[in-house]
């Protein structure tokens, strides 16, 4: 069931009288359920490609269509609406808010989309907590918590809304060797539960369970490799 279909994706940014074209005529179509790693070194389009599917950017030109939905066409509002139901975002540097305990900044979301009600907020974050084995740190600060513990918070922060689509940019990108085998792990189980998952690296290592990984330089899909090992050039 296709779910993700990007169409003559194109991102330009002005600087002056330059032109920076930062994705170049992208077409991709991804399934429900899959896992797909978008991967490339720095400054080959990647997180651009994040930030237009999640709706943070705008395209130059092209179409974004996700569940049915043509994301481009929508106002602020209702893209602010559709994203806060439909996706869950996992930054590298967590962006947790310091000033909330753990079981606040995972309630946030909730507070935003009104999509559940309000009484059910604490329950909801405290079942993904114990999910990602961290409801022992529900009341603590994020200053006290450690690079892996902060990122499996802000995992349970994406997953608040129940969203369809995960989208992680660079989640191991801070983290030494053993809390990157938690997050992979875990990714590979949120995977299994039936989540669709784009995560953006530059490293060699991620997740086994991957369908197919997406190469990028330049702003150019250069090919897709699946899990059969089979080579799609684009």
């Given at each position: 069931m296709k779910y993700i279909?990007?169409?003559?994706?194109?991102?330009?940014?002005?600087?002056?009288?330059n032109v920076f074209s930062a994705l170049k005529d992208v077409n991709l179509t991804l399934n429900k359920g899959t896992f797909t790693i978008i991967k490339g070194a720095s400054g080959s389009g990647k997180s651009t490609l994040l930030n237009l599917v999640s709706g943070i950017d705008t395209p130059t030109?092209?179409?974004?269509?996700?569940?049915?939905?043509?994301?481009?066409?929508?106002n602020g509002e209702q893209l602010a609406k559709w994203r806060g139901a439909e996706i869950g975002i996992v930054f590298q540097f967590f962006q947790l808010m310091p000033t909330l305990t753990v079981l606040e900044n995972v309630?946030?979301?909730?507070?935003?989309?009104?999509?559940?009600?309000?009484?059910?907020?604490?329950?909801?974050?405290?079942?993904?907590l114990n999910k990602l084995n961290i409801a022992a740190l529900a009341n603590k600060y994020p200053?006290?918590?450690?690079?892996?513990?902060?990122?499996?918070?802000?995992?349970?922060?994406?997953?608040?809304?129940?969203?369809n689509l995960l989208i992680a940019d660079e989640?191991?990108?801070?983290?030494?060797?053993?809390?990157?085998?938690?997050?992979?792990?875990?990714?590979k189980q949120l995977n299994l539960d039936g989540k669709t998952i784009l995560y953006v690296t530059h490293e060699q290592e991620f997740p086994d369970t991957y369908t197919q990984v997406v190469n990028i330089a330049d702003g150019i899909l250069t090919n897709i490799v699946k899990k059969e090992m089979e080579v799609q050039h684009v």
């Open positions: 279909e990007l169409k003559n994706l194109k991102k330009d940014y002005k600087t002056g009288n030109s092209g179409e974004i269509i996700i569940n049915g939905t043509a994301i481009q066409k929508l309630i946030l979301p909730m507070e935003f989309v009104k999509k559940m009600p309000r009484s059910q907020h604490k329950e909801r974050a405290m079942i993904l200053h006290t918590l450690s690079g892996g513990e902060k990122q499996r918070v802000a995992i349970a922060r994406a997953l608040a809304n129940e969203p989640p191991t990108g801070n983290l030494d060797s053993a809390n990157k085998a938690i997050i992979h792990e875990t990714f």
